[in-house]
């Protein structure tokens, strides 16, 4: 008789790009495999709930096309020819380049190019250890969160919010610009509780009818670009009714007189104008906030993602301001914790010795930077060597084919660390194989919510493949940086010094057997009750856009970016998107897919056959003017460049909006080219950013 396998579990926490940092428990089945991922039911943000995606985890760790040798290009760039390499050779090679390019034109002509497709803070940030000691190019971190961070900023002064937990506690729940059931299922866990135990209403605040706005009581679908249009007209309506907190204002905010005076103009028919909704939805939005007081405001990061994006967060997060919801338990807002975890992460970044003279680039600007534009380049060299890991950029940056042509400069060495053969891996001159997360130790924080959580080690990788962290370490060895602080040390003593430095003196042991710990700041502070960020204590309903401090500033020699001089004083609609016109009658949205996480899992089979390809979203109006039948394949374009795409008629969207949900490989496209051939590098107000969801297009058959 046949006996089942042993079966143990093991404790980590989710790796990837996304607020929840899930606490997981992991089957670890005999032979070191996988089996099951499930969230542990212990932590209380989790509470036991994860995505498909990661619950699958074991078919995308023991996948048939992993990367698992290192290999060396040996046609040209892009052509798919190949030569496996040894680990040691592959590393010298590195090592080759990188210096032969810094006696050329100096250490800046080398570009260390990493993010977050690890959000472990070992092996996503040791990378910078290895910049700040040769002195190599600076990376600015644009890509994903400053519009969201700097417009929460602007009103909070600090990057923290209320509790999310209290979502199950609240009266109502608005989720903002955030499809929570693809990118944060556990937003919906606790506003379903709240549903379940209080009758709280969810109210979805979007762009078009997504998984999320489908479990809606209210579902608000509003034109791309217009969130703060809405976020006035519900301030407009609490002054007019007397439903503002006119206390909680007098003692908490900066200036609720002249943001009522700025506010008279912009009453429910001003905004449903710009926005496309009614009125009537627009009043029945502003009345059950205003008798509600503890709604509970969860702001997410895509309706930011467009030029106006700044504006957007702190309008909208000046509505629970205006209403006072912040007094509540189950009330306020919340963004992301980002602020209160505390962690010293100095010696994993080589802090010590950052030179603040060394240029920094923009990491949305990859394109123009590798097609030697002297303004992106900041005056510097020409960038000719890179090791890019923790990212994909030839797929998930704006201008792809800028990118693409910068990739293949026949004076560029690339090397990739990637565990699968991705669209930038293709172009690479030297690829080498990369753990996943259940491989090796590391350590998270969770943004969207408030645990610290260890990820150690569960499973061993297979044998060719190595960790972000070794990868650092040899690379310092042979550019003779290895007796720097910080380097020499393993991932867990790096892990354990970090927390004793942070005030964790238990370290890596005291966390490994308690699997997280809980950061959440206190009532008062967590809903600034003892007073908001900035040294008055007030919130801010007139951000010094330019001149005040930001969560992730750019350096200096970078300075304000986009057209800053051009954001309003106080809460308002600025037309600084990419408005529809003639020539480009439609505005194009590239939303995340529920299986997918940026580019991450579109290479398994079962997020692959559950999102089906890549589609293009047309109203059915649209379709009927343009004599598209569903199913059609049809070109979408702007001035960047064209994708062919298959199209989906549904009144999901609204006329004149079109969206593709993604990240597809450029691969899974007809012509081999994706969605962000179509989107903007062009920096955000005022600390830059890339307004993926703020694209004018045509559509032709």
């Known amino acids: 008789m046949n006996k089942p396998l042993p079966i143990s579990i093991g404790h980590s926490a989710c790796p990837h790009d996304c607020p929840s940092t899930c606490a997981l428990d992991v089957e670890i089945l005999d032979g070191g495999r996988i089996g099951r991922v499930r969230g542990a039911a212990e932590n ?13 985890y074991a078919e995308r760790i023991h996948h048939a096309n992993r990367l698992l040798k290192p290999i060396q290009r040996v046609g040209e760039k892009g052509s798919g020819e190949w030569r496996e390499i040894c680990w040691d050779d592959a590393l010298d090679l590195i090592a080759e380049k990188f210096l032969a390019a810094e006696i050329a034109h100096g250490p800046e002509a080398v570009w260390p190019y990493q993010y977050a497709g690890t959000m472990g803070l070992v092996q996503r ?45 609240s009266d109502c729940v608005v989720i903002w610009g955030t499809n929570a059931v693809a990118t944060q299922v556990n937003v919906m866990t606790h506003a379903a509780k709240a549903r379940k135990e209080r009758g709280a209403k969810i109210v979805v605040v979007d762009i078009y009818d997504n998984a999320t706005m489908k479990q809606a009581d209210l579902a608000l679908k509003l034109r791309p670009g217009t969130d703060a249009a809405l976020a006035c007209a519900l301030m407009h309506v609490a002054f007019r009714d007397s439903t503002a907190d006119r206390d909680y204002l007098a003692k908490y905010t900066d200036d609720p007189a002249g943001l009522e005076a700025h506010l008279k103009s912009r009453d429910p028919e001003w905004a449903a104008a710009i926005t496309g909704l009614s009125s009537d939805e627009i009043e029945a939005f502003a009345a059950l906030i205003g008798a509600t007081p503890k709604t509970f405001f969860r702001l997410g990061y895509g309706f930011t993602r467009q030029r106006n994006g700044v504006v957007a967060m702190h309008a909208a997060m000046s509505v629970p301001a205006v209403y006072g919801n ?47 534009d002297r303004e992106a380049l900041s005056g510097g060299p020409p960038v000719t060597a890179m090791l890019i890991q923790n990212t994909n950029p030839a797929n998930v940056c704006p201008e ?11 004076d560029l060495f690339v090397a990739v660390h990637e565990q699968f053969m991705t ?49 650092v370490e040899e690379l310092a060895k042979r550019l003779g940086v290895s007796d720097r602080p910080g380097f020499g040390r393993s991932e867990r003593e790096l892990i354990d010094a970090m ?27 967590a ?33 304000p970016q986009g057209p800053y001089r051009d954001l309003p004083a106080f809460p308002d609609h600025v037309e600084l998107i990419e408005t529809a016109d003639a020539a480009h009658p439609y505005r194009l949205a590239t939303a995340p897919a529920r299986q997918f996480l940026n580019s991450t899992f579109a290479e398994t089979s079962g997020s692959r056959q559950r999102e089906g390809g890549p589609v293009l979203t047309i109203h059915p109006e649209d379709a009927a003017r343009e004599g598209f039948e569903d199913g059609a394949v049809v070109t979408v374009g702007n001035r960047r460049g064209a994708v062919r795409l298959t199209l989906a008629i549904s009144d999901a969207v609204k006329p004149g909006v079109l969206v593709h949900e993604g990240l597809w490989a450029n691969s899974d496209f007809l012509d081999g080219e994706g969605i962000n051939v179509l989107t903007g590098a062009d920096p955000v107000a005022p600390f830059g950013g890339a307004a993926f969801h703020d694209n004018r297009v045509w559509v032709r058959g």
């Open 44 to 56: 209380d943000y989790t509470a036991g709930v994860i995505c498909a995606k990661v619950a699958r």
């Open 423 to 471: 669209d930038t891996a293709k172009l690479a001159d030297l690829v080498i194989p990369a753990t996943m997360f259940l491989e090796h130790d590391d350590i998270y924080r969770g943004g969207g919510q408030n645990h610290i959580v260890l990820g150690p080690k569960l499973v061993d990788p297979p044998a060719s493949v190595r960790t972000n962290h070794f990868v």
């Open 400 to 410: 792809q084919r800028l990118v693409r042509q910068g990739l293949l400069r026949g």
């Open 326 to 372: 912040w007094r509540h338990e189950g009330g306020g807002a919340f963004h992301s914790n980002s602020d209160i975890f505390g962690l010293d992460k100095s010696e994993i970044m080589g802090a010590a010795y950052r030179d603040p003279s060394v240029r920094h680039l923009d990491q949305s600007r990859i394109g123009a930077v590798l097609t030697g």
């Open 499 to 525: 927390l004793k430095a942070s005030g964790e003196p238990g370290g890596f042991e005291a966390l490994k057997a308690g699997r997280w710990i809980d950061k959440q700041p206190d009532f008062a502070t």
């Open 125 to 169: 940030d040791g990378i910078h250890r290895l910049r700040h000691a040769k002195r190599y190019s600076g990376q600015f971190d644009s890509i994903c969160t400053n519009m969201a961070w700097s417009g929460w900023f602007a009103g909070a002064g600090a990057m923290r919010g209320a509790d999310p937990r209290e979502i199950a506690k």
């Open 527 to 559: 809903h600034f009750l003892s007073g908001f960020g900035w040294p008055d204590g007030k919130f801010r309903f007139t951000p010094d856009w330019a001149g005040s401090m930001a969560p992730n500033r750019p350096p200096e020699s970078l300075g």
